[in-house]
Nanobody, 116 residues
Framework: QVQLEESGGGLVQPGGSLRLSCTAS?????????MYWFRQVPGKQRELVAT???????NYADSVKGRFTISRDNAKNTVYLQMNSLKPEDTAVYYC?????????WGQGTQVTVSS
């Protein structure tokens, strides 16, 4: 069984920063997994925010380019999302997703609220 545990969410003022973490445990080959951060607001579809491949190539949604940075530490089975210059429209539940060949896993989500 594989578990993904997200942490680091919270309430932050516009312009502030947060760093989300997602740690994988269980029967997963983390180093060969592509890792993703998604976000979702009520009533809307889940949105892909950032991707990091097993080879550490990254990609970002246009809405977060230049503000968010995804990274990974394979020794810790952890992926990070550094979020800077946060805006109210970044408010959402953020989910971690891991994909290894033939399998996909999700975390439970962590709430990020950007408000003054």
């Amino acid at each position: 069984q594989v578990q993904l545990e997200e942490s680091g969410g919270g309430l932050v003022q516009p312009g502030g920063s947060l760093r989300l973490s997602c740690t994988a445990s269980g029967n997963i080959f983390f180093s060969i997994s592509n890792m993703y951060w998604f976000r979702q607001v009520p009533g809307k579809q889940r949105e892909l925010v950032a991707t990091i491949t097993s080879g550490s190539s990254t990609n970002y949604a246009d809405s977060v380019k230049g503000r968010f940075t995804i990274s990974r530490d394979n020794a810790k089975n952890t992926v990070y999302l550094q979020m800077n210059s946060l805006k109210p429209e970044d408010t959402a539940v953020y989910y971690c997703n891991a994909k290894e060949p033939g399998r996909s896993y999700w975390g439970q989500g962590t709430q990020v609220t950007v408000s003054s």
